[in-house]
């Protein structure tokens, strides 16, 4: 931990003293160098931690039950304030399912956007159950990603992973079809050795992402949180072969033990071109915060989990 520690930075946040990440991550091997700028770290907003989905390698399996949502006035007040201190790289929405509510999510967004600009990058994580109702939220062409979780494409195999009734291959592609820019969309798919578990399965994925219309895929190895996971979980780093003509790798990133990425393009066999990325996060606890959280029940954490530290209860 020492050789980390060294690219942290202190910060007073709400009048709790906060240690945060102020390193960039390191490129293809290369050095960790820390950040010389303003330092800044992203932020996490859960407006609802219920979900309908049962998904079995859910993180946060034993809180989607829960039908409370955050306050939006104090949202505001928390933005205003993290605003000031100009601290802020970007938002991402998450949960829970965000579009279990669609005007509370438009409400979020419009507050996100009046307080930081239209400039600030906000994404959105969502298994598209509501995607259909999309253009309700008034702002959504200056959202930078919407993320929809998506882990095979199989509309039957996918649907009972969800345990519920997800966008299939037809409604997806409806939906996509609707935007002009579909750079809006990206697919993030589990590496699970009975679903999209080779290299194959992969390729498989990014022809249906593909036929869709979306862009650009990340192929996650799921955290080892129960024994679902961990009897099925594949590591990327064993599929992506950069021996293999078919794909292209640009850069890998490494992020001490806590994660590592790489990207790349993928040729279609009907020489169209996808994005693809990999990422690995292990269970490794930081001893700084990599990343805040703002969650349904009003609280702003260091990060996500049961070691997070609580920096403010608004509730």
């Given at each position: ?11 007073n ?5 906060v ?17 010389t700028?303003?330092v800044?770290?992203?932020l ?12 079995p390698?859910?993180?946060?399996r ?9 306050d ?8 205003t ?8 790289a970007?938002i ?5 399912e ?5 005007k ?8 996100i956007f009046?307080?930081f600009?239209l400039?600030?990058?906000?994404s ?8 259909k ?13 919407i ?10 195999k996918n ?12 409604e ?7 935007e ?6 990206v ?5 699970l050795?009975?679903g999209?578990?080779?290299?194959e399965?992969?390729k ?7 036929r ?14 129960n ?5 099925r979980?594949?590591?990327f ?6 021996n ?17 990425c ?5 040729a ?8 693809f ?7 490794l ?5 990599r ?25």
């Amino acid at each position: 931990m020492e050789d980390m520690m060294q690219y942290t930075k202190e910060l007073n946040i709400f009048g709790k003293s906060v240690l945060i990440k102020n390193y960039g991550c390191s490129l293809n091997g290369g050095d960790y160098e820390e950040v010389t700028d303003d330092v800044k770290i992203r932020l996490s907003i859960c407006p609802t931690h219920f979900c309908t989905g049962k998904c079995p390698f859910c993180s946060a399996r034993s809180m989607t039950g829960d039908k409370s949502f955050l306050d939006t006035e104090k949202l505001r007040r928390v933005l205003t304030e993290l605003h000031s201190m100009d601290i802020i790289a970007g938002i991402a929405i998450t949960g829970g399912e965000p579009f279990t509510d669609v005007k509370l999510l438009n409400d979020i967004i419009e507050i996100i956007f009046d307080i930081f600009g239209l400039e600030l990058e906000v994404s959105i994580n969502t298994n598209g159950i509501g995607l259909k109702e999309l253009r309700k939220i008034e702002k959504y062409l200056f959202i930078d990603t919407i993320h929809i979780s998506r882990h095979h494409y199989d509309d039957t195999k996918n649907r009972e992973l969800f345990g519920i009734d997800v966008p299939d291959e037809k409604e997806l592609s409806e939906i996509v079809g609707r935007e002009k820019d579909k750079r809006l969309f990206v697919f993030n798919c589990l590496l699970l050795n009975d679903g999209i578990g080779t290299k194959e399965e992969m390729k498989n994925f990014l022809e249906f992402a593909y036929r869709v219309g979306v862009p650009k895929v990340g192929f996650i190895t799921p955290m080892p949180v129960n024994d679902f996971v961990k009897k099925r979980r594949v590591s990327f780093t064993e599929l992506f072969d950069r021996n293999d003509p078919e794909l292209l790798y640009r850069r890998c990133l490494q992020d001490f033990g806590f994660c590592q990425c790489t990207d790349g393009l993928y040729a279609t066999k009907e020489g169209g071109l996808m994005h693809f990325y990999g990422r690995e996060t292990s269970l490794l606890v930081p001893e700084f915060s990599r990343r805040l959280v703002y969650t349904a029940d009003n609280r702003l954490q260091t990060g996500y989990g049961e070691n997070a530290e609580v920096i403010r209860d608004f509730s």
